[in-house]
Each structure stands twice: as C-alpha cells, then as structure tokens.
C-alpha cells in the first residue's frame, strides 16, 4: 500500500468528480435524505476549477488510484461546485480574514483510515505557510465529527438553501490555526 499525497490538476477532473459524487452518496445517507442529495451533488458537493487553478486542491492516491481529496482556499467562497456561488472569489487577506476549508471527500471504501486527518493537516499547514491564522468551513453533518477531532469548533448550525428551495443542514466551524500541525 503507497499512499501518494499530491495537488490535484485538470487531469484529475473526471476521476475526483466520480468520487466526490460516490462519497456524497454512500457516507451522507445516514444525515440526508435521497432527494437532498440529488440536488445537491453537483451543487453544494463538487469539485470547483477554481480551487484547482489557485493550486490549492488536494488528493491522495492509492496505488496509483485517487481515494481522498480536500482543499482549502484563500477567496471568499466557502462550499461548492462549480458555478455554485461563482462571484465569491474576492481574496482573503491573512491576519484579517480567516481562510477556507473546502470539498472534503474520502471514497467510501477508504473511510476511517486516517485519509480526511492527513488531508486536513496538509491544507491547515498550507493556510498557515500562506499567512492565515484562522480558517472556517461549511461543514456538512457527516464532517463535523473529523473536524471536532482536530480541534475545530461549532461556530453555528444553519440550513444553506440550494436550488430549487432544498434546504441542506450544515455546521459552520471555526480554527485558529498554528503551526504545529502539519505532513
Ligand atoms: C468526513 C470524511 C471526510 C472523514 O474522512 P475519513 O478519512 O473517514 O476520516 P479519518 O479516518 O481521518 O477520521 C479521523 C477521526 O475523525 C472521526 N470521524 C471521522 N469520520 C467519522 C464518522 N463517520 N463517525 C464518527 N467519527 C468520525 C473519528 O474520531 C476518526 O478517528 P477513528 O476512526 O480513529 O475513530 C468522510 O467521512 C467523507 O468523505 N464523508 C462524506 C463527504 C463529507 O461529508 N465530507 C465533509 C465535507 S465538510
């Protein structure tokens, strides 16, 4: 087993969209139900090109076969795919805004193996070699419980209206980043 963590590029679109998708479905069904989802992979759940081009999209392989991936982000933008929330590209500016977390996904048949930890060490590293000393994140209900156990806090729980009117239960959370976690 060689676990490969790497940015991910435009050449890795058609397999992380698979994934995302598989991950949404199979480890969100027990938070929502069936016709959220439907709405809201592709929407709310999804890969964003923009998070590609900034360079800040990342995926780990295993044995050559992408099985994780997760980002984070210095724009506004704070969840979804892309064309959700489009106009939110404003850059954040370290020491007065917080960084974001974004797109956490872990094939289903990968899950609890530590993947959604090592990801998220990497992208609160690379937040904080960027400047950031606090990051955020919309976090969905199947999420919170990888990000408490890493130090996150519950800012809030709302709903996040999606097309069509679908309401999407998520939680925003909250870090103060440091330098001591990391690869
Ligand atoms: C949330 C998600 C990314 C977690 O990834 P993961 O690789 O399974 O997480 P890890 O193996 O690193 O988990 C580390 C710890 O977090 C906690 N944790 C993670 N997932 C958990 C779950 N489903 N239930 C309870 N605790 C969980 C546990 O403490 C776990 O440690 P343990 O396995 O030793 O008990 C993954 O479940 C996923 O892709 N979910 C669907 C998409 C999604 O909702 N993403 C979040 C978007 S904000």
Same mark, same amino acid.
């Given at each position: 087993?060689?676990?490969?963590?790497?940015?991910a590029t435009e050449a890795d679109v058609i397999a992380l969209s698979a994934?995302?998708?598989?991950?949404?479905?199979?480890?969100?069904?027990?938070?929502?139900?069936?016709?959220?989802?439907?709405?809201?992979?592709? &929407?709310?759940?999804?890969l964003?090109p923009?998070?590609l081009?900034?360079?800040?999209?990342?995926?780990?392989?295993?044995?050559?076969?992408?099985? /994780?991936?997760?980002?984070?982000?210095?724009?506004?933008? &704070?969840?979804?795919?892309a064309?959700?929330?489009?106009?939110?590209?404003?850059?954040?500016?370290?020491?007065?805004?917080?960084?974001?977390?974004?797109?956490?996904?872990?094939?289903?048949?990968?899950?609890?193996?530590?993947?959604?930890?090592?990801?998220?060490?990497?992208?609160?590293?690379?937040?904080?070699?960027?400047?950031?000393?606090?990051?955020?994140?919309? /976090?969905?209900?199947?999420?919170?419980?990888?990000?408490?156990?890493?130090?996150?806090?519950?800012?809030?729980?709302?709903?996040?209206?999606?097309?069509?009117?679908?309401?999407?239960?998520?939680?925003?959370? &909250?870090?103060?980043?440091?330098?001591?976690?990391?690869?």
């Amino acid at each position: 087993m060689s676990d490969i963590l790497r940015l991910a590029t435009e050449a890795d679109v058609i397999a992380l969209s698979a994934l995302i998708a598989r991950s949404a479905r199979e480890l969100q069904a027990e938070f929502y139900p069936p016709e959220v989802l439907d709405v809201a992979v592709g &929407t709310a759940f999804g890969l964003d090109p923009m998070l590609l081009a900034d360079e800040t999209y990342y995926l780990i392989e295993r044995d050559g076969q992408p099985v /994780a991936c997760g980002g984070w982000s210095f724009r506004a933008k &704070t969840y979804g795919a892309a064309g959700h929330l489009a106009d939110a590209t404003a850059r954040m500016q370290p020491g007065r805004d917080a960084a974001r977390i974004r797109a956490f996904f872990v094939a289903p048949d990968y899950a609890r193996q530590g993947l959604g930890s090592r990801l998220l060490a990497a992208c609160e590293k690379a937040a904080h070699e960027a400047g950031f000393t606090e990051a955020e994140m919309v /976090a969905t209900l199947a999420g919170e419980k990888l990000y408490s156990r890493h130090g996150w806090a519950v800012d809030r729980a709302y709903t996040e209206i999606l097309p069509g009117g679908t309401e999407l239960p998520v939680i925003r959370m &909250t870090k103060r980043l440091s330098s001591r976690r990391g690869e």
